[in-house]
């Protein structure tokens, strides 16, 4: 129960009162003003950008495919009236040096700049969410344990690699691959040691996420997580009866990267990872271990290309938090969704998830297609492109 202890009584109600006046300005159309609720936060020191949380100019499109008349409005039932610093600094947007990634939403710190967001959201869960909650806390124990005092010997990494590709499988995972841990997968918090992770994926409901943003999508995503959580928790409990390391990587462990290192997709312009055979309708869970594995290599699957001329994504995230073109990130360019834009949205609405359900590649049976038209593609270009370059050497 490690997050759920980060929160104090006096939060607990502050919280409480916090739910009941959002719902109350959401019902009147009005805001209320998030500085008054939970503990204090830290405003921007010098230099720091401020957030700011307003929707991003674009234009808007509703996917025919998606449940609801049409996606909730960004006008929000909550204002801030000294904004914290933005999280896209805290990121490391724009930042021309390497370096882990530091946490921002989703890490029970109310005090930290994105706070007072991370309260509201947590505050205005429904009973029923609070119960998927709680459920996939109270298992939080089986992530860690004591290994057997014997270890078995290894003298076939790749033989013990299908071995354990095969059991992460049979407990539901429909994509598995294995990366050495990099500090690209962890954040500041989460300083693990060991040489492997590995990477898997369990299908998501698609009906239930195109019904994205509902309280239904949202129990459905905590019943995807418990799942991702159980298969993680029995394949560490695994490896460790075979007398080596393993731990569930869960908490703070930044899963997309791991992923794609592992050989299961790239990243899209969502800022979520595509897979060839599922999109992006996936859940993600990893195991850390030094069990000796046989690693898998990163594969291109044609996604840079394709999202170089889709714009689905784009213009159906209603802040418009997508950009159209990749950023430079801690060192790294890369599709980058806009921190400041997208999480006030996510948090009105209890969650999003728009720009994974009108992915194309999401919708089954396409990626595979999707994808060998990208590398047709990339391979003819290449070709007319070495051509070109010929010519121009012999014209004198
Ligand atoms: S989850 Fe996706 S669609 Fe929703 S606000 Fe964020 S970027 Fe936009
Ligand atoms: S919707 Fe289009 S642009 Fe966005 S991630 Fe998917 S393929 Fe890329």
């Not at 909650?133 to 298992?139: E, F, G, H, P, Y």
């Not at 948090?347 to 060998?372: A, D, K, Q």
Request: hydrophobic share 35%.
């Amino acid at each position: 129960m490690r997050q759920l202890a980060a929160t104090s009584r006096r939060h607990w109600t502050t919280g409480r009162e916090l739910r009941t006046a959002f719902n109350a300005a959401q019902k009147a159309g009005g805001a209320i003003v998030l500085d008054d609720f939970g503990p204090p936060i830290p405003s921007p020191g010098p230099g720091e950008p401020a957030a700011d949380f307003s929707p991003r100019p674009g234009k808007d499109r509703k996917a025919h495919f998606m449940t609801l008349d049409e996606y909730p409005s960004t006008n929000y039932a909550f204002e801030v009236q000294n904004p914290p610093v933005s999280g896209n600094h805290i990121n490391g947007l724009g930042e021309a040096e390497h370096r882990p990634a530091s946490p921002i939403f989703h890490t029970w710190q109310f005090g930290h700049p994105m706070g007072k967001l991370e309260f509201l959201f947590q505050g205005i869960r429904t009973r029923r969410e609070w119960i998927a909650l709680l459920k996939r806390q109270r298992a939080t124990h089986r992530f860690t344990g004591e290994k057997a005092a014997t270890k078995v010997p290894v003298d076939d990494p790749a033989a013990m690699t299908d071995t354990i590709k095969d059991l992460t499988r049979e407990l539901g995972a429909v994509m598995v691959g294995i990366a050495p841990l990099t500090d690209d997968m962890l954040t500041e918090e989460l300083p693990l040691d060991h040489p492997y992770v590995i990477s898997f994926g369990v299908e998501m409901d698609r009906d239930a996420a195109l019904q994205a943003p509902s309280e239904h999508a949202a129990l459905t995503i905590q019943a995807e997580y418990r799942a991702t959580d159980r298969i993680s928790a029995a394949v560490a409990q695994h490896i460790r009866s075979m007398g080596w390391d393993a731990q569930a990587a869960i908490h703070g462990f930044l899963q997309i990267p791991a992923a794609v290192e592992a050989g299961l997709g790239q990243l899209g312009k969502h800022g979520s990872m595509i897979s060839k055979e599922l999109g992006s309708m996936y859940r993600l869970g990893a195991i850390v271990t030094d069990l000796p594995l046989v690693i898998d290599q990163p594969e291109d699957v044609g996604v840079d290309e394709f999202c170089a001329i889709c714009s689905v994504c784009t213009t159906n995230c209603p802040p418009h938090a997508i950009n159209d073109t990749k950023q430079l990130v801690r060192g790294r360019e890369r599709w980058y969704v806009d921190f400041d834009a997208c999480i006030p949205y996510f948090v009105e609405n209890h969650g999003c998830g728009i720009c994974i359900g009108v992915c194309p590649w999401s919708e089954p049976g396409r990626g595979e297609g999707f994808s060998l038209k990208m590398l047709a593609r990339r391979d003819k270009y290449s070709a007319r492109e070495a051509n070109t370059h010929a010519t121009t050497e012999e014209t004198p």
